[in-house]
């Protein structure tokens, strides 16, 4: 389906107001389910949990979880992670999710071939009020062999990206973000994207200046098999970012693709120097590194082969 935003746009570039004014908001939330968003997630009975701790010991936490009954689980604090931080992290939807995905259908303690010990927590950091990353290490043994395997996790959480294609004058445009990306140590072009909040269950979006409706959206992941949990992992060696991949088209004039490329946007208190950019879709697969970028064109153009995208 493609929409007519071109007056929209028209409008908002236009203003006399200032850009940031008119810029997407730092998290633009759109009421929509996290369930239908995240594709039919099979959630687990509940786990229970015991914290204690005394002066001459580190901080421990006990988990006992529903696949393991009777073999509690021990949460530890690395050293100097404060007691706050501990609690925080331990009673955070990033660590939670994560337990949650060791048991779900596809987990892997679902067929009871492994076991998980012990979890040590050995960094936090906070987006405000709320942990926007974990740094822990699992203790998970295969129990055909004895031996761990590989258990370091850096949790961020799920996020969502959009494959923005604007058509204008017969060419088809791809609109992207250019930002500092420190550990890359490189400035990268890349779709824009943007987390989803846990607790709320709402869809939230990076700054470009554009509104984007949730509706006038394709997910692309859902043309994936059930098997992937509807999901992709940019780097599941380390990582347990899972993204949804989402596809917006829309016809506009000229002078939007004009205004639009360079346009600094961002949120420059929080460290956030973003610009927009405009490539013409057919050089895009050449054009970024990004990830979330090539794997959006591969599902967008076997989806458009099979017929399976709505007109």
Known sequence: MW???????THLLRS????????LPKRLVVSFPLA???????TPKPFCSRMSATPSTSLTHSISLPTQLGQ???VLAAPGLSDSE??????SSLFRQ???NLECENGILANGNMTLTQVLIQGVDMFGKRIGFLKFKADIIDKGTGKKVPGIVF???????????????GTTYAVLTEQVRVPTGRVVLELPAGMLDDDKGDFVEEEIGIRLKLEDMVDLTA????STGFKVFPSPGGCDEELGLFLYRGRVDKNIITQLEGKETGCVKHGELIKVRVVPYEKLWHTTPDAKALMAIAIYEMAKKEGLLPQ
């Open 98 to 100: 994560w337990l949650k």
């Open 223 to 226: 043309f994936l098999d059930p």
């Open 155 to 169: 949790a961020r959480g799920p996020a969502v990206t959009v494959l923005i294609l604007l058509e204008s004058e």
């Open 16 to 23: 006399p107001m200032p850009l940031s004014a008119f810029a």
């Open 3 to 9: 929409t007519e935003i071109g007056k929209n746009m």
């Open 36 to 42: 239908q968003l995240l594709h039919r997630h099979r």
């Open 86 to 91: 501990f609690r925080a992290a331990i009673e």
């Open 72 to 74: 509690p689980v021990q």
